[in-house]
């Protein structure tokens, strides 16, 4: 007697009734043949991709098992799964639904319906990659899982897709207006006429111009006009690891005055603090020590606990320097000390009879400035620490010292309380005396703080409440009278008797700018291009000024009415800007106001 086909699950494909295993055999062996007689592969649906059969070839066919070859059929071409023993690729596949009846077609029905998906198709169109066989799953409903599956993979891949695309630099468009198809040197020369806005408007018509439009070559020309954009007079630039369009958006934060203000350190009692930056790190002194602080990613923190402390000095320490890995400080006991950054180096030897002031080092040189009315030039070298080159009378206190970037000759800002030039410039070699700027001080308009901004061209402030710009090649006025030298032409003749200081050339400033609230400027600092900042006496205000224009640019008051300081120092980079004054370090962020 045959078994029950009947109880097989749907789409097995088992046995009808009555029919016997061996009679089954020899008519799927016949089937078999004959399809391979008349035609291989004539189920395929693609190269690789195996159709289903149509059954067996001359043998008549019920209506309803030709029903279920033919969705076989349809199914295998459309989805691409027919391999052999994935549930319906092979003859012997097709002979099985011809002899499984009602049941079977119906099998056949719903495995078509859980294999087909429209998704598969999609992605494989997308992707142009081909669907890999699978081992045979339950059919049925077995199918139906596989067909979800298979869905959520498309989609997968269809993501992946998309990011790729977005990480790979977006090609020219193959179609779009004139301009597009232009060469992109003569393309970046019509961009190179664009302002600002006009160029933020062109990078949104596209990719690839959004791409083309953050090229540094066009950004230069917009980002020298900027303030603090990292460029200086002279074209160097001071930021090149920065991409200048950045650099440009946060430089309309300085000019509009938008900063978030913070308070990076505190301290108990009122102090002269002096600071200077190096890299990501922040050298400030308190009394007689200086302390090392590293900032947080973000520049506008700072780590509470220091890197280094650095002391030496019985006094306070009044100004220090960094210079080839060393700190150089002048204190308040009239030493200088010599502190090596990395390790515990550090030597103290007796400069002057008073405090010293200032103190500068270049090229392996210290100049220092004194209380005691002179300024001495000594050698960096270890061999030779402690060892004066030159000691100058300079006939008044001096307050501030810069060395030229030559490292030829050194500037003194002195207290004006003599009859002569608070500002004078000084041989480095000789010791002396080359010339001095402005005939105009009045009596006790000292100068604060000094500093070279080229190597012909410096800035100055202090007491007088005016920032002045010095260019050492501007005209001079020579006191005496000219007289006729022969043929030769003409030479000056000083007359009898004169002071030296009216013998030397008498140099005006270019450019002042005035302190509108009539205050001491105490520190200055500059970006080498158009933006000063300067630091107050009263209230903590720290300015802005554009040096194209004579108006303040913006003021920020740091301290109220009870706790009014001066700045005693300032320093900024292209994002932030940092304070000195007696309690504690202010920090102004320009880059997230």
Not at 30 to 40: E, F, I, L, P
Not at 175 to 187: F, N, Q, T, V, Y
Not at 407 to 415: D, E, I, L, N
Not at 565 to 590: E, I, K, M, Q
Request: hydrophobic residues 35%.
């Amino acid at each position: 007697m045959g078994s029950q086909g009947g109880l097989g699950p749907p789409g097995n494909g088992g046995p009808s009734e009555g029919e016997s295993g061996e009679t089954r055999k020899l008519q799927e062996g016949k089937a078999a043949r004959g399809k391979r007689r008349k035609g291989k592969g004539k189920g395929k649906a693609g190269a690789g991709q195996g159709g289903r059969g149509s059954g067996a070839e001359g043998k008549p066919q019920p209506p309803q098992a030709k029903e279920a070859a033919g969705l076989g059929a349809e199914a295998g071409e459309r989805v691409g799964l027919g391999k052999v023993g994935e549930g319906g690729g092979s003859v012997e596949e097709g002979e099985r639904r011809i002899v499984r009846g009602d049941e079977g077609s119906a099998g056949a029905r719903k495995e078509a319906k859980g294999r087909y998906d429209g998704k598969k198709e999609e992605w494989r169109v997308r992707t142009g990659q081909r669907e890999e066989a699978r081992p045979a799953r339950a059919q049925g409903r077995g199918g139906q899982a596989w067909g979800r599956l298979a869905g959520t993979g498309a989609a997968m891949a269809a993501a992946a897709e998309e990011e790729a695309g977005a990480r790979e630099p977006a090609g020219r468009p193959a179609a779009g207006p004139a301009l597009l198809r232009l060469p992109e040197e003569l393309l970046l020369l019509i961009c190179s006429y664009l302002d600002m806005q006009a160029l933020g408007r062109l990078a949104q018509v596209c990719r690839w111009l959004r791409r083309f439009t953050n090229c540094d070559l066009l950004w230069r020309r917009i980002a020298r006009a900027s303030l603090n954009s990292g460029f200086t007079r002279l074209g160097t630039d001071l930021m090149a690891s920065v991409p200048v369009k950045e650099r440009v958006k946060v430089s309309q934060n300085w000019r509009l005055g938008r900063c978030r203000e913070g308070i990076l350190l505190k301290w108990k009692c009122s102090q002269m603090p002096w600071m200077q930056l190096e890299g990501d790190s922040l050298y400030i002194s308190q009394a007689n020590f200086i302390l090392a602080y590293q900032f947080r990613p973000d520049g506008a923190s700072l780590n509470r606990r220091p890197l280094g402390v650095f002391a030496g000095h019985d006094e306070d320490v009044c100004h220090f320097v960094l210079a080839n890995s060393h700190i150089i400080s002048a204190g308040g006991d009239g030493k200088i000390g010599v502190h090596k950054i990395h390790s515990t180096f550090t030597v103290k030897y007796s400069a002057h009879e008073q405090e010293v002031n200032c103190v500068d080092c270049k090229g392996g040189i210290i100049v220092s400035g004194s209380r005691d009315r002179t300024a001495k030039v000594w050698p960096l070298a270890s061999g030779r620490l402690g060892q004066c080159l030159h000691t100058i009378q300079t006939e008044d206190r001096v307050w501030s010292i810069a060395i030229s970037p030559l490292h030829s000759s050194f500037v003194t800002g002195t207290a004006c309380c003599g009859h002569f030039s608070p500002l004078r410039i000084w041989d480095l070699n000789s010791g002396q005396l080359m010339t001095h700027l402005g005939g105009d001080f009045p009596p006790g308009a000292g100068v604060l703080d000094v500093m070279y901004e080229s190597p012909s061209t410096l800035l100055s402030c202090g007491y007088d409440t005016y920032v002045r710009y010095w260019d050492l090649r501007a005209s001079v006025r020579r006191s005496g009278s000219l007289r006729p030298l022969g043929k030769l032409g003409w030479r000056w003749r000083a007359p009898p008797n004169l002071p030296l200081h009216h013998l030397l050339p008498d140099r005006k400033c270019v450019m002042e700018w005035e302190e509108p609230h009539d205050s001491t400027l105490y520190c200055l600092q500059t970006d080498g291009n158009h933006l000063l900042a300067t630091g107050s006496s009263y209230y903590g205000v720290v300015r802005l000024w554009d040096r194209r224009q004579r108006a303040c640019l913006h003021a920020f008051p740091l301290t109220s009415t009870p706790l009014s300081s001066p700045v005693y120092c300032l320093r900024f980079t292209t994002r932030h800007l940092y304070a000195a004054l007696s309690y504690n370090l202010h920090g102004l962020d320009f880059q997230t106001p």
